[in-house]
């Protein structure tokens, strides 16, 4: 953790002294070119529903206020395989977007195929990049999670639809116990067996607590544990520690004494709006969902973060994920067009509405200072509880293979809540296959 | 006499019609070649092209076969992945097709006999088909589902425990054994039940569609047989196993056929049902295809493995021809 | 008349409850995902999600077709379904009939090497074809053998010309065309008539069953396609109707009864189509008749 800072502190002192600097590569002075005439781009995006609404939203507003003759076309394509299927089909076929909606291990294998444009010259570009104080502004675990070891530290993409692991509560329940939010791991495990009800056949009629079986929320639970996900060579993984272990130990007990079930597609959603589940974790995307059940059945809940194993709030972690946007490379017009798409989405104002549109969050910190997004939490408090985590969030691996190791921590969780293996072994053969992936993957 | 009859156009040598009759085949076969040419058989040939290579996002170095290798045995990784693929693919098939053609024929044959309804009833066993996987998927998860579903309320009447079904990567055998306090060890346990449940879904879905095909079939038979047989005095059993059987055969051949290979190739239904879960015991052959090319972008690998596959259906399909093409009767 | 095996009247009368008993408890297994798709289609949004699920709804709820409706250009979704899955479907036969033709009845040398290429297009995963299909289909100049490539995303000529030949069809007739009786071709020789009108007026008014059932299957093959047109288009103003349900899917979460809604409109013609093609089925077995 240690080498990651040093590597990026030498990446923010670089890109400090070279704001100065005149810029020297070839690509740096594409990214300092004015445009000379109307361009057209087109972005890729796996949005559908609300959040596509509140895209097109902001394209619409993009394309009439830029005054540079640029014209965005916004195109949804499925969901994000069918997306990351598409974009690798465009590759082969040479016939690329301008821009596509990537999450950041798709950016990683694009950047085998070198067609990725390096936005650290943009984003310090003394014409059209950000100024210090802005680029300050926006969060660090933003940074870093599209900075990219394995090809030279560059920063490949630019955060788009972010979101983070949060813990969802149902307040009725918590209040007929008479019990607080949990802090501590103990203290949710607790409370969460104290919510389980069971009628008397034994069936379990209201359930503590919903496994997740995907990887980002063990992760999460890793770093809310205190723990680290990779070894800081980035050859090994780190998520099999004490920390790990200590979660699969968790699922074993709730899953042995009823507390937690496993939920089917997004039963946990309905689950905890009908008062039959006390917790979940969930993305803050999940809220606009929570809010339509609320409509039709009235319930209290709030998000806050995960139980943490660290006493001073300030070290708190949960894991931050959700998407972001690389730019491909094609005629320096159309690059530089792109990133003034980009980065006008990530400015302020953008940001602010964009988030309070589309429930992802904000990428900067003065965004809370904005009237829209001060309304929109008015409206919605649990935006602002999502808020107010965003700093406490890091980002998840970006080395090729992780989607692979996503699936080894999937069958490892569900090996010990079906009772296959016991947390121990389940660990050890997860630990042996993604270290093998990782190996193979570079 | 019969040289008398044949007028003088068709009086030309056998020699001579056979190049004209080959000529207007070709012609006949034009638009078929063509378009499966360029959009079937082209585009395979390209793929074989990439199976090859590396080909890891982008062309990479010249492997010759080494990705074949790989899938059946040089690589650590790939190689059980391939194996353990290959052994749920064929267990999905074994429980899907016998059963699937025995309800279907059976069915089909009650539906063809005059009797009130049958219209309604043919309509109703053709749902499952036209319901796309996507819709019909949404509906499975809640019938098969783990708390509150409608099979486990049955099974529950029944004494039986509630089961995880989709999400149940456990054998069969092994969870029959375990009601008995009995633990098989682990290569006797069977498929998973998830499997089972997907080879029911798959059942479900194709029943009408291959009653329909039953049905044009049976329909193809002459009534004089039938009446020829009756005349004789023979009894229903004897009129459906020595007559409609065998002069359905053509019909049930094809079925037979286009069902395995079918399930062989089979990906959408057990991408939105299970998606190769859980842990893996419904990876069929096709899903590891989908998630070395589209998951791991590895096109040369994903290739390969496609073909291998190819190899294995061709096989599979020419076993059946010469063992069941055999037995039938084109009447 | 419907044809069909004539009444079993010697049978006793038990056998026939008994074939009726088994013909509905299938039909009931069978059709009770669909009965639960439409009554949650019916439902409002909490009861549709209610765990257990309600037998009927307490309320019917018709307007959430007209909202499911409302949420995406279904309209313009149908439109290009239709028209894309007719033209698969009549095109389709006409190849498929020649080239079944030609298979069952015509001499030529190298038949079987053709029809077992024909058939080994139908062994191969489109998984392992879709990237090359896809290139194929972009507007790159060089990708395709160094050839310009057809440029026809977003389009409906995408959709519809790779699938005017399939091995199935051809498979499928080539079965019913060799069980016309020899005797038939022998006649129509020695009557002057060529292989053309052999098949128009012979073979083809004898196989109606086999080709509405070829067609039904293609039609419907054609209505459920989902992952190529998906990958081959972008612009909702080609898009098709699966193409719109999975998007619909994903942002419809809890809003199940809309998705069951939308579920339900889009099998519905499908179902439409089979109760009236399953007519012609019938009269087409009926006219074959009893014949050589």
Not at chain 3, 73 to 87: H, K
């Amino acid at each position: 953790m240690r080498m990651k800072a040093a590597i990026l502190a030498a990446v923010m002192l670089v890109t400090a002294a070279c704001s100065g600097a005149p810029p020297a590569a070839q690509q740096s002075t594409e990214a300092d070119i004015t445009l000379s005439g109307p361009v057209s781009i087109t972005l890729w995006h796996a949005l559908s529903g609300a959040q596509q609404v509140a895209l097109d939203g902001m394209v619409k507003k993009f394309n009439d206020t830029n005054g540079k003759g640029i014209t965005v076309t916004a195109l949804n394509q499925g969901n994000y395989t069918q997306l990351y299927q598409k974009t690798l089909g465009a590759i082969q076929a040479g016939a690329l977007p301008e821009l596509a909606h990537a999450y950041e291990s798709f950016v990683a294998d694009y950047m085998k195929a070198d067609v990725v444009v390096d936005l650290g010259p943009y984003k310090d570009s003394k014409t059209n990049g950000l100024t210090q104080a802005s680029q300050d502004d926006i969060y660090k675990g933003y940074y870093d999670t599209n900075t990219f070891p394995q090809y030279g530290n560059r920063l490949l993409s630019w955060p788009f639809t972010k979101s983070l692991a949060v813990m969802y509560v149902n307040n009725d329940i918590l209040k007929e116990l008479g019990k607080p939010v949990p802090k501590t791991w103990d203290e949710f495990e607790a409370t969460a067996l104290a919510a389980t009800k069971k009628d008397a056949s034994g069936k379990v009629t209201r359930m503590g607590f919903a496994f997740n079986t995907d990887a980002s929320y063990f992760n999460a639970q890793v770093y809310a544990r205190g723990g680290t996900l990779m070894a800081t060579d980035n050859k090994s993984v780190a998520w099999n520690g004490k920390e790990g272990i200590a979660v699969l130990q968790m699922y074993d007990r709730m899953n042995k004494n009823g507390s937690g079930y496993t939920p089917k597609s997004f039963d946990f959603q309905s689950d905890l709006a009908t008062g039959k589940l006390a917790f979940f974790f969930s993305s803050t995307s999940t809220v606009p969902f929570m809010r339509d059940l609320a409509t039709a059945t009235p319930f209290s809940w709030s998000i806050t973060n995960l139980p943490q194993a660290a006493t001073d709030p300030a070290k708190a972690k949960t894991v931050q994920f959700g998407a972001n946007v690389a730019i491909f490379k094609s005629t320096p017009e159309k690059q530089l067009a792109s990133w003034l798409f980009i980065k006008w989405m990530s400015d302020p104002d953008q940001s602010a509405q964009f988030a309070s549109t589309s429930y992802y969050m904000p990428v900067r910190k003065t965004a809370a200072e904005s009237q829209t997004l001060k309304d929109y939490w008015a409206k919605v408090p649990q935006g602002k509880q999502g808020f107010d985590l965003i700093q406490y969030s890091s980002p998840e691996p970006n080395i090729r293979g992780q989607q692979d190791i996503r699936d080894v921590i999937l069958n490892m969780i569900t090996e010990v809540i079906t009772g296959k293996s016991t947390p121990d072994a389940a660990m050890a053969t997860a630990t042996t296959k993604a270290n093998q992936i990782i190996k193979d993957a570079q | 006499m019969a040289a008398e009859v044949i007028p003088a156009n068709v009086r030309a040598s056998p020699r001579r019609r056979l190049p004209i009759e080959a000529i207007q085949a070709w012609l006949f076969l034009l638009p078929a070649v063509v378009i499966l040419g360029v959009f079937q058989i082209f585009p395979a040939i390209a793929a074989f092209y990439m199976s090859l290579f590396r080909w890891d996002v982008v062309q990479g170095s010249f492997r010759g076969l080494g990705n074949y290798t790989d899938w059946l045995y040089d690589n650590s990784i790939r190689s059980p992945d391939f194996w353990r693929a290959l052994s749920t693919t064929f267990s999905y098939v074994i429980f899907t097709v016998p059963l699937e053609i025995a309800l279907s024929l059976v069915l089909a044959y009650l539906l063809f006999q005059k009797m009130r309804g049958r219209g309604i009833y043919r309509t109703v066993y053709y749902l499952p088909y036209v319901t796309s996987f996507v819709a019909a998927a949404a509906v499975f998860f809640w019938v098969f589902h783990p708390q509150y579903g409608l099979v486990n309320d049955v099974i529950g009447i029944f004494g039986i425990g509630p089961q995880r079904w989709l999400d149940e990567p456990n054998g069969i055998f092994d969870l029959a054994a375990s009601g008995f306090g009995i633990t098989l060890p682990e290569w006797l346990a069977g498929p998973s039940l998830a499997l089972v449940v997907l080879s029911l879904v798959t059942i479900w879905h194709y029943l009408g569609y291959q009653i329909v095909i039953f049905l044009a079939g049976l329909s193809n038979i002459s009534q004089e047989f039938y009446e020829a047989a009756r005349l004789d005095g023979a009894n229903e059993r004897q009129i459906f196993t020595k007559i409609t059987l065998p002069l359905l055969s053509p019909t049930t051949f094809f079925v037979f056929t286009v069902a395995s290979i079918g399930v062989l190739r089979s990906f959408d239904s057990v991408y939105v049902l299970t998606n190769g879960g859980p842990l893996d015991t419904t990876r069929t052959v096709t899903l590891l295809v989908f998630k070395t090319a589209f998951q791991q972008a590895q096109f040369g690998l994903g290739a390969a493995l496609a073909f291998i596959l190819t190899l294995v259906i061709l096989l599979f399909t020419l076993i059946q021809f010469r063992v069941l093409g055999s037995r039938v009767n084109y009447g | 008349m419907e044809r069909g095996l004539p009444r079993l009247t010697t049978r006793p009368r038990i056998g026939s409850i008994a074939k009726h008993v088994v013909l509905i408890v299938v039909a009931g297994i069978v059709a009770y995902p669909f009965y639960f798709m439409v009554t949650s289609s019916l439902k409002d949004t909490l009861e549709a999600i209610r765990t257990p699920p309600t037998i009927f709804p307490n309320e019917l709820h018709p307007e959430n077709y007209t909202d499911a409706w409302n949420r995406a250009p279904w309209g313009r979704y149908f439109i290009n379904t239709i028209f894309v899955s007719v033209s698969v479907t009549i095109l389709e036969l006409i190849t498929a009939c020649l080239a079944a033709y030609a298979f069952a009845r015509m001499k030529f040398r190298g038949k079987g090497i053709l029809f077992t290429v024909f058939l080994a297009t139908l062994m191969i995963p489109s998984e392992a074809t879709l990237i090359p299909r896809y290139v194929l289909m972009s507007p790159s100049r060089v990708a395709c053998a160094g050839l310009p490539c057809l440029g026809w995303f977003d389009s409906y000529q995408v959709q519809i010309v790779p699938f005017i030949a399939s091995a199935f069809s051809i498979f499928l007739l080539r079965q019913f065309f060799l069980s016309i009786p020899n005797e038939l071709a022998d006649a129509a020789r020695i009557d002057g008539a060529g292989h053309l009108r052999f098949l128009w007026s012979i073979v083809l008014p004898l196989s109606i069953p086999a080709l509405i059932t070829a067609g039904l299957i293609t039609f419907l093959g054609s209505w459920n396609a989902f992952q190529w047109p998906l990958i081959v288009t972008s612009k909702p103003d080609f898009r098709v109707v699966q193409v719109g349900l999975s998007a619909f899917r994903q942002e419809a979460g809890s809003s199940y009864h809309l998705l069951m809604a939308a579920s339900t409109f889009v099998v519905a013609p499908i179902v439409l189509l089979f109760l009236v093609a399953q007519r012609y089925l019938v009269q087409g077995i009926a006219r074959t008749g009893i014949r050589g």
